[in-house]
């Protein structure tokens, strides 16, 4: 099942946003303008009702979610120390909201090449379908990124745009939802500095 890119049916899917925590900002230059991103692409999620577990990488030394995402709406805010998301407590969680496995998760945050990787490798064990949302995705050093999302890709995770997740979800202008999501994208997405290399695959 993995790398399929195909159309998302909400009630399948599950967001995952992977540890973006206030420790984090200083640290990395795109951090300010990938949670903006991010904050567009979780408001439509929760606006087409799509399923959000969030984590939280140990946030005793590293603090909580940044106040800049709402994530009010999560089925779950799991801590954990362990670098992937896909801690027992995340897939108990999961089992909860989907009786089994989502068909497709679609997953952004923080570290690109540690958390976020680590987790989709998870993921593609399990054979579920993954989206990566490049725009939606930071490290302290844009190479790390960069670099990742290319492994992602040849691993098998399907490489897009918080943009372009947003429409795939809608499929259709007349979405009961449609007036309202458009909203978050009247405003083009912030520039995340990809790689040319990258960008021209998106």
């Known amino acids: 099942m993995a790398n399929r890119l195909r159309f998302l049916n909400p009630k399948k899917t599950l967001f995952l946003l992977c540890d973006i925590q206030e420790k984090f900002r200083p640290g990395m230059p795109l951090f300010d303008n990938m949670v903006k991103n991010a904050n567009k692409l979780t408001r439509a999620g929760k606006e087409l009702e799509v399923p959000l577990i969030v984590t939280e990488h140990y946030p005793e030394k590293l603090g909580k979610i940044v106040p800049d995402l709402d994530v009010s709406h999560a089925n779950a805010i799991i801590s954990k120390t362990r670098f992937s998301m896909i801690v027992p407590e995340l897939q108990s969680k999961v089992k909860e909201i989907f009786g089994g496995n989502p068909n497709d998760v679609v997953l952004y945050g923080l570290e690109s090449h540690i958390c976020v990787e680590q987790t989709a490798i998870d993921l593609l064990q399990q054979n579920i379908n993954v989206y990566v949302v490049a725009d939606c995705?930071?490290?302290?050093?844009?190479?790390?990124?960069?670099?990742?999302?290319?492994?992602?890709?040849?691993?098998?995770?399907?490489?897009?745009?918080?943009?372009?997740?947003?429409?795939?979800?809608?499929?259709?202008?007349?979405?009961?939802?449609?007036?309202?999501?458009?909203?978050?994208?009247?405003?083009?997405?912030?520039?995340?500095?990809?790689?040319?290399?990258?960008?021209?695959?998106l």
């Open 137 to 201: 995705l930071c490290s302290r050093l844009n190479q790390d990124r960069d670099l990742a999302i290319e492994r992602l890709r040849q691993a098998g995770c399907v490489i897009t745009t918080s943009e372009s997740l947003i429409f795939n979800l809608m499929q259709d202008k007349n979405n009961p939802k449609f007036n309202t999501v458009r909203k978050f994208v009247n405003n083009p997405s912030v520039d995340m500095e990809l790689s040319k290399s990258n960008a021209s695959k």
